[in-house]
Structure formats: structure tokens, C-alpha cells
């Protein structure tokens, strides 16, 4: 019975065509979006949810030091700092895989800064998760970076984390669901340029 419903959907999805199925697609997250921010709040703060102990690179590192980070941290994102140690970027593993296949280098040829991405999101150290939720939203970004009053790295938060917190407030908080569900929607909505070049990290 579900396997036919899903199908059901699916085709009525098909039928729509391309142009409708993008207007319902965003109706629906514009919809989750007005429900959760107007009824739900998550609660939590930032401390509580993102990965410590962040290693970064500078602009002057290599791909591949970063991808050695990726490696041996198992994450798919490192920040870029300045010689004061303040948050200059982001660099991810897409990045990486782009800047090898656009520079035709390898990775310990091309600087960084090259191919990192100058716009990074940000919140400060003593924000809450749902401070965090809202920059993803609304910048459509998957990794927030956590910083102190000066701009130094202190944490990054994925949309990992989030999914794990809203996890571990159990099956009592739908709500908590609707958000999290209103997030990956958003998340999911395709880039008016995919090609610019002024661009956040993904």
C-alpha cells in the first residue's frame, strides 16, 4: 500500500512537469517555513550542538593540507582564517573536487584562497540552535561557523548536528520535526546562479 502511494505521487509529481513540481516544492517549504517559525522554537544553544577542537587552513595552505584536514577530521569543511586568526572563509570538499578539475593542478599546486569560498555565515559563540536553524534558512547554507566577540573560530555547526539534536529531543516534539523538515527544504531549493563565483560554501 505505501509502496503504491508513493508511486502514486511520484506520477502525479511527473504529470505536474518540471515548472509546477519546483512552484508546489516551494510552496511547501514556504509553508513548513511560516509553520515552524510562527509555532516552533528548539530551544538549545550553539555550545550544546557543534564540533569543537575545529582545525583551520589559511589562504596560502594548499588543497591539499585541507583535504588532509577533511581526512584525518572525517569532516567536509574547513574554515579559512587570517593571519590574525579571524574568519576569512570556508573551504569544502566540493571545492576541492572543482578546484583539481577546473586548476587541471594537483592539489599541493593551488593555494586555497584560490578556490575557497570568501562568504562564510556566521554566529556567535553564545547563540541558539535556533539562531543557527535561521541562518541556514535563510542563506541556504549547510555548515554555520561559531565565532568569538573577535572573529576567531570556536565551533562549526552542520546540518548534521541540527538533525542529530532535533533527534535527541524525541517523538513528543514534532514541531522540532517540522522545522528541521522546513530547513532541508529550504536547503534543497536550487541556486538562481549556480555559477557565481561569489558564492557561500554549500
Known amino acids: 500500500?505505501?509502496?503504491?502511494?508513493?508511486?502514486?505521487?511520484?506520477?502525479?509529481?511527473?504529470?505536474?512537469?518540471a515548472t509546477k513540481a519546483r512552484e508546489l516544492r516551494r510552496a511547501v517549504r514556504d509553508f513548513l517555513g511560516r509553520w515552524s517559525s510562527s509555532t516552533a522554537a528548539?530551544?538549545?544553544?550553539?555550545r550544546s550542538v557543534m564540533t569543537v577542537d575545529v582545525v583551520t587552513c589559511t589562504a596560502g595552505d594548499t588543497l591539499h593540507r585541507a583535504a588532509q584536514i577533511m581526512w584525518?577530521?572525517?569532516?567536509?569543511?574547513?574554515?579559512?582564517?587570517?593571519?590574525?586568526?579571524?574568519?576569512?572563509?570556508?573551504?569544502?570538499?566540493?571545492?576541492?573536487?572543482?578546484?583539481?578539475f577546473t586548476q587541471g593542478l594537483p592539489l599541493v599546486a593551488i593555494p586555497v584562497g584560490r578556490v575557497a569560498s570568501g562568504r562564510v555565515y556566521t554566529v556567535s559563540v553564545g547563540a541558539s540552535v535556533d539562531e543557527v536553524v535561521s541562518v541556514m534558512g535563510q542563506q541556504r547554507v549547510r555548515r554555520v561557523v561559531v565565532v568569538d566577540a573577535h572573529q576567531r573560530v570556536v565551533g562549526i555547526v552542520s546540518l548534521a548536528d541540527v538533525a542529530r539534536f532535533v533527534s535527541e529531543l524525541g517523538p513528543s516534539r514534532r514541531d522540532a520535526a517540522l522545522v528541521l523538515a522546513g530547513l532541508v527544504a529550504a536547503l534543497s531549493e536550487r541556486r538562481q546562479s549556480p555559477g557565481s563565483t561569489d558564492r557561500a560554501a554549500e
Open 42 to 46: 528548539l530551544g538549545g544553544v550553539v
Open 72 to 100: 584525518e577530521r572525517d569532516c567536509g569543511a574547513v574554515p579559512v582564517v587570517d593571519a590574525a586568526g579571524r574568519v576569512a572563509g570556508i573551504i569544502t570538499d566540493r571545492d576541492l573536487a572543482m578546484g583539481a
Open 1 to 17: 500500500m505505501v509502496n503504491r502511494s508513493a508511486s502514486i505521487v511520484k506520477k502525479s509529481l511527473e504529470d505536474l512537469g
